[in-house]
Antibody, heavy 118, light 107 residues
Framework: QVQLVESGGGVVQPGGSLRLSCAAS????????MHWVRQAPGKGLEWVAF????????YYADSVKGRFTISRDNSKNTLYLQMNSLRAEDTAVYYC???????????WGQGTLVTVSS | DIQMTQSPSSLSASVGDRVTITCRAS??????LNWYQQKPGKAPKLLIY???SLQSGVPSRFSGSGSGTDFTLTISSLQPEDFATYYC?????????FGQGTRLEIK
């Protein structure tokens, strides 16, 4: 069965960096686009970034553009989110989610909490 | 960016009720509209994709309709496990914006 397992969350000071990982299994990872979606405590869902199946196209929300980088290693079936220059407003549960152009996110990880605080 | 507006923001209903949630896009998104259910502390779950296609494993009491800018999610007969927050999302273009959510509560 499809599994997405995030890791790498934690507490970081403002201005700091963190790298999230999402280990995928149960499907042909190298054939599908992948997303990061976040949810601040008590708030709604916010789409963060998308990477095409081959890693050749990447898209970002304006709120993270220039600070976050999405990447993937298809040989390791793993998706990444490098987060730099973190701000308090980046505090959220970060989910990885499977989904291609035009389609919904049919599988989600359990989420990993990132807290940006001094 | 395409703005997605859901209504109502919250809704109280009883088991067995028929419930409709609406979602409006700020510009035409054809049928690139998805609906998710989220329960507290859990990841969202895809219910409906492409405006009206039922995701595998989702009960048939859930249905979606609409195209262009106006969409609806209908639950034909509410069950206890349906009390949750529902989100629409457009997948027409990036950023893939979500609606603000509709919290469905037990009356």
């Amino acid at each position: 069965q499809v599994q997405l397992v995030e890791s790498g969350g934690g507490v970081v000071q403002p201005g700091g960096s963190l790298r999230l990982s999402c280990a995928a299994s149960g499907f042909t990872f190298s054939s599908y686009g992948m997303h990061w979606v976040r949810q601040a405590p008590g708030k709604g869902l916010e789409w963060v970034a998308f990477i095409r199946f081959d890693g050749n196209n990447k898209y970002y929300a304006d709120s993270v553009k220039g600070r976050f980088t999405i990447s993937r290693d298809n040989s390791k079936n793993t998706l990444y989110l490098q987060m730099n220059s973190l701000r308090a407003e980046d505090t959220a549960v970060y989910y990885c989610a499977k989904g291609d152009y035009g389609s919904g996110h049919d599988y989600w990880g359990q989420g990993t909490l990132v807290t940006v605080s001094s | 960016d395409i703005q997605m507006t859901q209504s109502p923001s919250s809704l109280s209903a009883s088991v067995g009720d028929r419930v409709t949630i609406t979602c409006r896009a700020s510009q035409s998104i054809s049928s690139y509209l998805n609906w998710y259910q989220q329960k507290p502390g859990k990841a969202p779950k895809l219910l409906i994709y492409a405006a009206s296609s039922l995701q595998s494993g989702v009960p048939s009491r859930f249905s979606g309709s609409g195209s262009g800018t106006d969409f609806t999610l209908t639950i034909s007969s509410l069950q206890p496990e349906d009390f949750a927050t529902y989100y629409c999302q457009q997948s027409y273009s990036t950023p893939r914006t979500f609606g603000q959510g509709t919290r469905l509560e037990i009356k």
